[in-house]
């Protein structure tokens, strides 16, 4: 399947990317919780769209803790950083 198609499936991508653009190092929970307050996406679009952007390699996953407390955290890879800097740029052009 091709990238861009993989982009377009998981339907809560491109906001995934402008999240992290923001806060790099986040628990899925907390991403989860973020997308929910910020764009009113569910669980289930947040978890498909973090697999999504797995595969593309544009996040990826490090142990890291929050606290005493050992966690997954999600960053962006540094192609997930170029792609979600231009999201960036492309939201900004639209909101204008």
């Given at each position: 399947?091709p990238?861009?198609?993989?982009l377009d499936e998981?339907?809560?991508?491109?906001?995934?990317?402008?999240?992290?653009?923001e806060k790099?190092g986040?628990n899925l929970s907390?991403l989860?919780r973020?997308?929910?307050?910020?764009?009113g996406?569910?669980?289930?679009?947040?978890?498909?769209?973090r697999?999504?952007?797995?595969?593309?390699?544009?996040?990826?996953?490090?142990?890291?803790?929050?606290g005493?407390n050992?966690?997954v955290l999600?960053?962006?890879t540094e192609k997930g950083?170029?792609?979600?800097?231009r999201?960036?740029?492309?939201?900004?052009?639209l909101?204008?």
């Amino acid at each position: 399947m091709p990238s861009i198609s993989l982009l377009d499936e998981a339907g809560a991508t491109l906001r995934l990317l402008l999240i992290l653009y923001e806060k790099d190092g986040v628990n899925l929970s907390e991403l989860r919780r973020m997308m929910k307050e910020r764009y009113g996406v569910g669980r289930a679009a947040t978890d498909s769209s973090r697999i999504a952007l797995l595969r593309l390699g544009l996040i990826e996953e490090r142990r890291g803790k929050i606290g005493p407390n050992p966690s997954v955290l999600t960053y962006l890879t540094e192609k997930g950083r170029i792609v979600a800097e231009r999201v960036q740029k492309l939201k900004e052009l639209l909101e204008g």
